[in-house]
């Protein structure tokens, strides 16, 4: 992973670096806004940090001019400020800031941070040109997500992410079910324009045949054929608004050795903490079973994470 630093005070850069070391993050140093354009140029980055004053062109103006680039505006900045609560501040939130570090910040702070946009990778490189639409709302999707994630807050993460799936795969009815103490899943979140039958609010790990592999594999499933679903009561559900396919996505109780390791994660070692349960009216693609796959690795490790912070609050 590698990200830019952009700051004009040469401690903290020193400062940066040490905090990062255990972490193995690759981080290049610009000490002006105009140098780290160069660098932006030549080098690929996952995410960028910048101080908002700076001699020259500060972080308002690099932020605004990135934003307008075709390219560049794809990569998430996050802007360090002494007083985040500024018009200052105000203004780069509005000009696209996916988040803000607060002067004088600790290693743990900055770790959560590049931790948060470490499970995203290269949120592009899965998508061809022709598919320009799809990227973008999927671009706004992880984004939204970063943004949840610093200001930890679990209930807006979760919200945006129903909403994000809603408007790319366009659902009729999703919602989120999450582990009760008794081992069954409780329905606290949906979205769309038709709500889960009443039957369907509470669930058990095997009530379905998607929810039975779910259960034992962990991992995402997908089916075009909701309308014979056994469970006689969502079938008949499913009939009433024309529902013909399903996918159930899991959320998995990460560790932080687990949250970077992300795709690579051995799923069944794992605890399945809840899911995502969709149903529309229009059959899946393969293409399109692919992108909400890649779209669940990523962002099950920063839900994970978010969910499982000493800063949760509580769910609804």
């Given at each position: ?20 070391e ?79 570090l ?5 290693q ?7 931790k948060t946009?470490a ?8 998508l ?37 799936l809603n ?12 582990r ?26 095997h ?15 997908f ?11 969502i ?40 899911f995502?349960?969709g149903?529309r009216?229009a ?34």
């Open positions: 992973m590698t990200i830019l630093y952009i700051e004009d005070d040469y401690e903290y850069h020193n400062m940066v670096d040490f905090m990062l255990p972490l193995k993050v690759k981080t290049l140093h610009a000490y002006s806004v105009q140098e780290g354009i160069d660098m932006l140029k030549s080098n690929k980055v996952s995410f960028i940090l910048s101080d908002i004053n700076m001699e020259g062109m500060d972080g308002l103006s690099f932020l605004a001019a990135i934003k307008r680039d075709k390219v560049l505006s794809r990569i998430p900045i996050v802007i360090v400020t002494g007083d985040p609560s500024s018009e200052k501040a105000r203004f780069a939130n509005e000009q696209g800031a996916v988040g803000f607060s002067k004088p910040f600790t743990n702070e900055l770790a959560y941070l590049v946009f499970v995203l990778g290269d949120i592009y490189s899965t061809d040109a022709s598919e320009e639409i799809l990227m973008r709302k999927k671009q706004k999707l992880m984004m939204s997500l970063a943004k949840n994630s610093l200001e930890r807050d679990f209930e807006k993460a979760i919200t945006s992410y129903i909403g994000g408007e790319i795969f366009d659902f009729d009815a999703i919602s989120f079910y999450q009760t103490p008794s081992g069954e899943f409780s329905l606290l979140k949906e979205g769309g324009t038709v709500n889960f039958p009443m039957e369907a609010r509470v669930v058990r790990g009530q379905t045949p998607s929810l039975t592999r779910l259960y034992d594999e962990k991992t995402e499933v089916s075009n054929d909701a309308l014979n679903i056994p469970d006689h009561h079938r008949n559900w499913a009939h009433k608004y024309n529902l013909t396919s399903e996918i159930i996505l899991p959320f998995l109780n990460l560790d932080d050795k687990d949250f970077l390791l992300g795709a690579g994660t051995n799923r069944k070692t794992v605890q399945l903490d809840g995502f349960w149903f009216n059959i899946f693609s393969t293409g399109e079973s692919d992108i909400i796959k890649r779209l669940s690795v990523q962002a099950n490790p920063i839900l994970s994470h978010l969910s499982n912070s000493t800063l949760k609050k509580k769910l609804f």
